[in-house]
């Protein structure tokens, strides 16, 4: 379905240096070797404790860093022409950071950023030969090991709004007020709750696509953050909805959050 949340990429300069992080948080496990990308490189899949995939790693080769790149999260939105989806979104004001490419047995993909400069990806994916009806499962909400929340953060959440809305026909009817700092903005896409058009940004974090990962238990997760190598950015606190959450960058220094269910 357009707009749904398909996959997540850690950008880091050494899988290694976070691997250890994400294994006592989320029982993630990142392979010690990956496969090369085009254009340099290296990729790995991480690997959930129930076997499937959480996402992808991306090694920050020294040229990317020079071109900008630096550690963070990336998420991949489901279209069903990449193409199309490129250009109405150069027509909404985003700019193109990797054009349109196939690669042979995963799909055919682009990388872009919103008018608030926010990276992310759209792809339309290649099921796997052997799984022609396959359908991603890393967004499940209340699902451990799973991303639960998708949240933007932003510096102009009316206009955010109408750009995502716009490109990928998401509904955004819904919010909860933040006094002077705008409105909190639910986004749904064919009425799935996928998250939220975040106006409040805390110190030192960037514009993005924060995903929040779902943990079994907040504290435990937050003191497993904190014990590897984490830095725990907001202490855990209650939201709307009975949850549970709290902010972090890894040891790579890309922000996470994770949420648990409330007791």
């Not at 990429?9 to 006592?24: C, G, I």
């Not at 872009?112 to 400069?117: C, F, I, W």
Request: hydrophobic letters at 45%.
């Amino acid at each position: 379905m357009a707009g749904l949340p398909i996959w997540y990429e850690l950008m880091v300069p050494d899988p290694s240096a976070v691997a250890p992080f994400y294994r006592a948080v989320l029982g993630w496990e990142i392979p010690g070797e990956g496969h090369p990308m085009p254009g340099g490189g290296e990729y790995r899949e991480i690997v959930r404790a129930d076997g499937g995939f959480a996402g992808g790693v991306l090694v920050l080769t020294e040229q990317m860093q020079q071109g900008g790149a630096r550690p963070g999260w990336l998420t991949y939105f489901h279209v069903e022409d990449v193409d199309a989806a490129v250009a109405r979104a150069q027509g909404l004001g985003a700019s193109v950071h990797m054009a349109p490419m196939t690669m042979e047995g995963v799909g055919r993909m682009a990388m872009l950023a919103d008018p608030q400069g926010a990276p992310f990806y759209v792809m339309d994916p290649v099921p796997p030969a052997d799984q022609p009806d396959a359908q991603s499962d890393v967004f499940a909400m209340l699902k451990p090991g799973h991303c639960w929340w998708n949240e933007l953060q932003t510096t102009d959440e009316p206009a955010a709004t109408r750009f995502y809305k716009a490109l990928f026909g998401w509904t955004a009817d819904q919010s909860m007020p933040m006094g002077e700092r705008g409105e909190y903005r639910f986004i749904e896409a064919a009425g799935q709750q996928l998250g939220a058009i975040n106006p409040w940004m805390g110190e030192g974090m960037p514009v993005c696509w924060l995903p929040y990962f779902g943990v079994p238990e907040i504290e435990s997760a937050r003191d497993a953050a904190a014990a590897n190598g984490g830095t725990v950015r907001s202490e855990i606190h209650d939201v709307p909805g009975g949850s549970r959450i709290f902010m972090a960058t890894d040891p790579a220094g890309a922000p996470v959050a994770f949420v648990a269910k409330g007791e």
